[in-house]
Antibody, heavy 117, light 113 residues
Framework: QVTLKESGPGILQPSQTLSLTCTFS??????????VGWIRQPSGKGLEWLAN???????YYNPSLKNRLTISKDTSNNQAFLKITNVDTADTATYYC?????????WGQGVMVTVSS | DIVMTQSPFSLAVSEGEMVTINCKSS????????????LAWYQQKPGQSPKLLIY???TRQSGVPDRFIGSGSGTDFTLTISDVQAEDLADYYC?????????FGSGTKLEIK
């Protein structure tokens, strides 16, 4: 059974760095073809893909966030991470991680992040 | 970037009716290598995370009722929900996973009269 769960700080101030953790089970990020992605959704709005990381440590980022994103993984502990630097109020959203196996087929419950001074 | 244009923005139907939701991509999503269309459909019920309904444009995910049907190829895709049930109240999104950056449609809100 595949499960994913996101965790994060809840609230942070503008210009800080947002650090998110995705803890998963039921698959391994060392398995050929497996990947984990991050997607976010501002309240009442649509979905925005942020980044993917693959079993071989290949990484893809959404260029709209330019160089603010860093995705990484800890295969031995079944975790994936996303950092977003220099946050502002526009980064307020629910952040999801999802298993990517040619498409996002399992999603976490999401974690709400609020950027406020 | 591939732009996904999804329509309609919202629709309201009675139980038992059929609905169609459309997604049009700015570039073809059909892979010449394997003849698969890299288009997925998701359902997001209120307060929940998205759930995969359809992948490769027309393959139903395990456990998804057969009233959900995905069709289309190239740049034009449709999600059809036949015999709509009250439990289908949700937002629906398409996703192109043909090339990076992955892009979602803007979503369709399905309401039940």
């Amino acid at each position: 059974q595949v499960t994913l769960k996101e965790s994060g700080p809840g609230i942070l101030q503008p210009s800080q760095t947002l650090s998110l953790t995705c803890t998963f089970s039921g698959f391994s990020l060392s398995t050929y073809g497996m990947g984990v992605g991050w997607i976010r959704q501002p309240s009442g709005k649509g979905l925005e893909w942020l980044a993917n990381i693959w079993w071989d440590d290949d990484k893809y980022y959404n260029p709209s966030l330019k160089n603010r994103l860093t995705i990484s993984k800890d295969t031995s502990n079944n975790q994936a991470f996303l950092k977003i630097t220099n946050v502002d109020t526009a980064d307020t959203a629910t952040y999801y991680c999802a298993l990517y196996n040619n498409y996002f087929d399992y999603w976490g419950q999401g974690v709400m992040v609020t950027v406020s001074s | 970037d591939i732009v996904m244009t999804q329509s309609p923005f919202s629709l309201a139907v009675s139980e038992g009716e059929m609905v169609t939701i459309n997604c049009k991509s700015s570039q073809s999503l059909l892979s010449s290598g394997n003849q698969k269309n890299y288009l997925a459909w998701y359902q997001q019920k209120p307060g929940q995370s998205p759930k995969l309904l359809i992948y490769y444009a027309s393959t139903r995910q395990s456990g998804v009722p057969d009233r959900f049907i995905g069709s289309g190829s190239g740049t034009d895709f449709t999600l059809t929900i036949s015999d709509v049930q009250a439990e289908d109240l949700a937002d629906y999104y398409c996703l192109q996973h043909y090339s990076s950056p992955l892009t979602f449609g803007s979503g369709t809100k399905l309401e039940i009269k």
